[in-house]
Nanobody, 121 residues
Framework: VQLQASGGGLVQAGGSLRLSCRATGRTDSFKFMGWFRQAPGKEREFVAAIRLTDQDTYYKHAIQDRFIISRDKSTMYLQMDGLRPEDTAVYYC?????????????????WGRGTLVTVSS
């Protein structure tokens, strides 16, 4: 499995970016895919997930009204609007997520290379 993320960049506060993650390889067994982010000096955190069977979506509470996760065939997207400086982070796409413990885990470590999002004030 390979996950290729792209779309990061520098944007002013209030601006928008759209991240993409193209998945190749054996992803047929995946039930959930999603996005995580890691800000400087902080731990990686869950941002959003999508259930592949019915496109149901899940979000970190603080970003729910600003970000939209979606999927089209082999590519997953994260539309980010109303960006804030605190959204600055490296964003990672993740495959085969498992929410069964109450936290979003990536037990098989299917991670894409991160893409940097920088939001200036």
């Amino acid at each position: 499995v390979q996950l290729q993320a792209s779309g990061g960049g520098l944007v002013q506060a209030g601006g928008s970016l759209r991240l993409s993650c193209r998945a190749t390889g054996r992803t047929d067994s995946f039930k959930f895919m999603g996005w995580f982010r890691q800000a400087p000096g902080k731990e990686r955190e869950f941002v959003a997930a999508i259930r592949l069977t019915d496109q149901d979506t899940y979000y970190k509470h603080a970003i729910q009204d600003r970000f939209i996760i979606s999927r089209d065939k082999s590519t997953m997207y994260l539309q980010m609007d109303g960006l804030r400086p605190e959204d600055t982070a490296v964003y990672y796409c993740a495959g085969d997520l498992d929410p069964s413990t109450g936290d979003w885990r990536n037990p098989n470590d299917y991670w894409g290379r991160g893409t940097l999002v920088t939001v200036s004030s």
